[in-house]
């Protein structure tokens, strides 16, 4: 069974660092893209940003310049390096994969880790 888990989440001040990590378990063929995505209190969730097997990066404006996302595909690892943060940062961040299956392609999603930033 594929599972993704999420690690990295905490609670920091305005204008510090976190990097978030996930790793994929379990039988696949390959990832197609990773992505974060983030749901503060009361808000809908938005995607962060997401990164293809290939190497193409995207990100949402708010936190363009700010966090990189990157993945080790060796690993089936993703990361999210968050600089300068703000709080409005704060969030629940999931870790979302498409990878590749028997025959077809699947969507998995974390559970998803907490960042709080304090100001």
């Known amino acids: 069974q594929v599972q993704l888990a999420e690690s990295g989440g905490g609670l920091v001040q305005a204008g510090g660092s976190l990097r978030l990590s996930c790793t994929i378990s379990g039988s696949i063929f390959g990832v197609n893209q990773m992505a974060w995505y983030r749901q503060a209190a009361g808000k809908q969730r938005e995607r962060v940003a997401i990164?293809?097997?290939?190497?193409?990066?995207n990100y949402a404006d708010s936190v363009k310049g700010r966090f990189t996302i990157s993945m080790d595909n060796a690993k089936n690892t993703v990361y999210l390096q968050m600089n300068s943060l703000k709080p409005e940062d704060t969030g629940v961040y999931s870790c979302y994969a498409r990878v590749e299956t028997t025959f077809t392609y699947s969507d998995y999603w974390g559970q998803g880790t907490q960042v709080t930033v304090s100001s």
């Open positions: 990164i293809t097997s290939g190497g193409s990066t």
